[in-house]
């Protein structure tokens, strides 16, 4: 069931049933903040006008939330082993506050500079290098992933 603007017969309201039911299967299968669902609803050609209002009930019935979506994300990013600065600029990406995900990055259970040593010795193996270049390498490497430079000092240096 996909509404374009070839038709024009829809009424409000059978396009705003349309609208939560596409966000509703997009919500089924994983979170997604505000921007994303309305890039996905943008590609159905479904009018933004009836699509803001169906997404504020997602938000107040609490089956849409950016904080879910953020949370969601530095859980997934850190067991892929990305980095802090990839998690904020994919929040931005998104249009989300990081305010309320930093807190929550900072728990215990993400140790940032011990994931950026499991990622570097997973690529580059458990010997540390005194190559110059070699650590160059590393360190682009591990900034690609997200890491700040503390992060990677202490991956690169620490044995």
Request: proline content about 4%; charged content about 30%; glycine content about 4%.
């Amino acid at each position: 069931m996909q509404l374009d603007n070839t038709c024009p017969d829809k009424t409000p309201e059978e396009t705003t049933k349309i609208i939560k039911h596409a966000i509703m299967r997009l919500l089924a299968r994983r979170d997604y903040s505000v921007c994303e669902i309305l890039a996905k609803l943008k590609q159905k050609d479904l009018p933004i006008e009836l699509t803001l209002p169906v997404i504020k009930e997602f938000q107040e019935a609490n089956l849409q939330s950016d904080e879910r979506y953020s949370q969601a994300l530095v859980r997934g990013a850190y067991n892929k082993g990305k980095g802090p600065a990839f998690i904020r600029r994919t929040l931005q990406q998104n249009n989300v506050e990081p305010v309320s995900v930093d807190a929550y990055m900072l728990e215990e259970r993400f140790d940032w500079y011990e994931l950026a040593k499991q990622v570097r010795q997973k690529k580059f193996g458990e010997t540390q290098s005194t190559d110059f270049n070699e650590q160059q390498k590393q360190k682009r490497f591990l900034y690609y992933r997200g890491f700040d430079d503390e992060q990677i000092r202490y991956a690169v240096y620490q044995q």
